[in-house]
């Protein structure tokens, strides 16, 4: 049975598409190509995140201002997003702290819990393996733009890419079970009064 995706596979990935050879571990001292693999795979897995899937937001969750009336905010979170239309949440820094900052009311002040939509930002290893197969494809592509220039090797991993985020939105739509029956505008019309 196949494992799961790893970061040292990814790492493979990225230095087997501009032909190096792969490697055994992710310690010690690393040559440079292996460090640049790294560091595009986490820009990759950011720019994913950024983003909401099914696999990193989170629907509903109360947030309670601390002492000082301020809502600090984890670093894993990557944005906020109100429940209500008239509302809108973004993250601001007080002395390098992350904290919630009503764009509605221009006000980081918050005198009560309010519910929220959170969009996590995952590490690599966290994300489901269809999300994983589109970072490791898009990142091995980004890897070889940067690293070598090749338009073959551009136009091969450009065609991976494509069908790995294709697959990617199979996966969002599958596990998401979307239906268009859902969306607050058409529930709306179908739940009218005569």
């Not at 196949?2 to 792969?22: F, M, P, Q």
């Not at 899937?53 to 670093?75: G, M, W």
């Not at 065609?159 to 985020?165: L, R, V």
Request: proline share 3%.
């Amino acid at each position: 049975m196949a494992a799961k995706t790893t970061e040292l596979d990814a790492v493979n990935i990225c230095l087997n598409v501009i032909g190096e050879a792969s490697i055994n571990a992710l310690t010690g001292t690393l040559p440079f190509e292996v460090t640049l693999a790294r560091s595009i795979i986490d820009e990759t897995t950011r720019e994913l995140c950024q983003d909401d899937y099914i696999f990193n937001k989170e629907e509903n969750v109360t947030l309670t201002p601390n002492v000082s009336d301020n809502i600090a905010i984890p670093a894993s979170y990557i944005q906020i997003i109100a429940n209500t239309t008239d509302t809108e949440y973004t993250i601001r820094y007080n002395g390098g702290s992350p904290i919630l900052y009503s764009m509605t009311d221009k006000t980081s002040t918050f005198t009560s819990d309010i519910t929220v939509d959170i969009v996590y930002l995952l590490d690599f290893e966290d994300l489901p393996e269809a999300a994983k197969r589109y970072v490791n494809i898009r990142a091995a592509r980004v890897y070889a733009d940067r690293l070598v220039g090749s338009k073959d090797i551009r136009a091969f991993t450009a065609q991976d890419e494509m069908e790995a985020k294709a697959k990617l939105g199979n996966y969002q739509h599958g596990v998401g079970r979307h239906n268009m029956l859902q969306n607050p505008s058409v529930k709306s019309t179908l739940n009218r009064t005569l």
